[in-house]
């Protein structure tokens, strides 16, 4: 059974005397009596697809001329991994055809339909599909990451990906699980850190991921999509498709998620799943496959966003909004690819690409609040503060009398009561209802903090330890808060 990004089989039919004008014409006729449908014909080949329905797994016939003979290829059109089989069994179907029709028809017949099929072959100053570099026969990994004509843009930012995550592996993040921390410092998207100063986080978190298996998953995805849509696009077309897909896609990230890393490529990969889908809505794309393409893809469209609804770690705002950005900018190509002579709608496509994500990020800025960003700042002063008011801990056991008097009135009670200050006030800002329910932690902290910095000081001036009990009970009472306070944020990947 074969297997790989695109399951195919392949093999000769040799011409045994058989000349290539006369071979075409049995050819073409082997492939009626199969039942299947011929959707493209030159004087180098043919190709075709089975067309067995929307559900069923069709498949692409291609008959090239080669030295001495012909390469017949059956290659799966939709997602699959594994076709169990279904190549070989089609090519060994059509051999067969082939052979039962061989010696059917004399060579002035062949001749008159020859003259017939030659009206469908591609005139003299169109290039034959048949003769381009092919890109579906991924042989090796390394093939995968090997720009070449018709897939030149997906493997190199399939190679950015990788390279990236290497240098970040390299850097110390986890193989597996890298921290929030660690992704904050490579770029990820995060509201309070993008909306205060830092937006280039919108481009930077979609090259970024949550370890290995989040990489490989959407690179599987990037690269099945890349040999689908990039020949089809251009190498402008797509690069501009795919970096436009994924800004949007951060901007929605941004403005539906509150406080939560976000990182990964599939915004964009999503959204290069619809540009594809724009484009099958049109004629562009053959008839037969048509459907299976557009089953294949819908489905894997569907399940992810179904997943992502039933996995709090994955951010469906990303992939929704680079979906439907990757359906617009498809629309927006498709009269430039109508016409691919063009430059003014080529160009002029991508432009109105251009102005709807400078659009979408003015207006994701400017509707959406950057209240989490003056929460942080609150936070980090509070920590600051936090600081100093803990100082009088580190003063000498035999350090004088008055001093630790002053830092515990003049310096601990003062910063503990700015901070409780501080936490009401940062609790007055529209935030997600887990950080009001953290901020009321803070604020116990911040009051079993002053009632123990009083009896300490009361304790010290009175020269008593009828303190002792309530001191020790309020320390219980503050180190089970802080385990409480320190409970890890949440993250999210694409």
Known sequence: ????????????????????HHFLVIAVNAVKTTGW???????????????????????QIEIVFKENGAAITSASTGNEMIDFGRNKKNVAKYIAAFNSLKNTKSTEELDVEFEELSKYFPSADTEDILLAEPISGLKSVLNIFTPVKGYYITPILVLLNVVIFIIMLASGINFMDPSPESMLQWGANFKPSTLNGEGYRLFTNFFLHFGIMHLLLN??????IGMLLEPRLGRLRFLSAYLL???????????????????????????????????????????????????SIGVFVVINLFSGMAHSGIDNAAHIGGLVSGLIIGFLFIPG???????????????????????ALFVGYSNTSNDLGKYDAKIKLFGENETK????????????????????????????KENLKLIKDADKLDLPESLHKQNAKLEKYCTLRLE?????????????????YRLNELNKDIEAIIKEITATAGTQNK
Request: positive net charge.
């Open 245 to 295: 897909a994924g800004l949007i896609s951060s901007v929605a990230s941004l403005w539906w998620n509150d406080y939560v890393v976000s990182a990964g490529a599939s915004g964009a990969i999503f959204g290069m799943y619809g540009v594809f889908l724009a484009l099958l809505t049109t004629n562009m794309i053959e008839p037969s496959v048509r459907k299976a393409l557009f089953a």
């Open 389 to 416: 008011a803990l100082a009088v801990y580190q003063l000498h056991e035999n350090a004088p009398k008055d001093l630790i008097l002053t830092n515990i009135k003049d310096i601990g009670i003062v910063y503990w």
């Open 452 to 468: 123990s910095y009083n009896l300490l000081y009361k304790s010290i001036t009175e020269d008593t330890r009828a303190y002792d």
């Open 1 to 20: 059974m074969a297997a790989g990004f695109t399951p195919k089989f392949t093999d000769t039919i040799t011409l045994n005397n058989i000349s290539k």
């Open 37 to 59: 449908d011929v959707t493209y014909i030159s004087q180098n080949g043919l190709i075709a697809y089975t067309n067995k329905g929307m559900f069923a797994t069709n498949a």
């Open 337 to 359: 690819l109508k016409k691919p002579a063009s430059a003014q709608l080529k160009f002029g496509g991508i432009a109105l690409g251009c102005l709807i994500t400078l659009i």
């Open 219 to 224: 690179m599987y995805a990037l690269v099945y």
